[in-house]
């Protein structure tokens, strides 16, 4: 069974069990009410599309927040609205990771 520090919101990717009429502090979604009326795609583009911006005004976000990050750590980076290209250089050549935009060399 996952930890809570292991689960993520499904909208915005941060660290927080989805648990009915809690509130991700990163996306302000309320688990149970929000996701009633809206897909998870479609409160992520809302969301997206406000900043994407820390919407708790209770707690503070973490240290070096980075909602792009996020998203890319949490699996989510075809939701990010542009393009992302990481290249790294290394003895074993080019590498890329499918589907997430990112290139290892
Ligand atoms: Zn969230």
């Given at each position: 069974?996952?930890?809570?520090?292991?689960?993520?919101?499904?909208?915005?990717g941060f660290?927080?069990?989805?648990?009915?009429?809690?509130?991700?502090?990163?996306?302000?979604?309320?688990?149970?009410?929000?996701?009633?009326?809206?897909?998870?795609?479609?409160?992520?583009?809302?969301?997206?599309?406000?900043?994407p911006r820390?919407?708790?005004?209770?707690?503070?976000?973490?240290?070096?927040?980075?909602?792009?990050?996020?998203?890319?750590?949490?699996?989510?980076?075809?939701?990010?609205?542009?393009?992302?290209?990481?290249?790294?250089?290394?003895?074993?050549?080019?590498?890329?990771?499918?589907?997430?935009?990112?290139?290892?060399?």
């Amino acid at each position: 069974m996952p930890t809570i520090g292991q689960q993520r919101c499904p909208i915005c990717g941060f660290r927080i069990a989805p648990v009915d009429f809690t509130i991700c502090p990163s996306c302000g979604t309320e688990f149970g009410i929000d996701t009633l009326d809206h897909t998870s795609q479609e409160l992520r583009d809302i969301w997206i599309s406000n900043g994407p911006r820390w919407e708790s005004t209770v707690d503070d976000p973490p240290d070096n927040w980075n909602p792009w990050q996020q998203l890319v750590a949490a699996g989510l980076s075809y939701a990010i609205p542009f393009y992302v290209g990481v290249q790294l250089k290394g003895p074993e050549g080019v590498r890329q990771i499918p589907n997430s935009g990112l290139v290892f060399a």
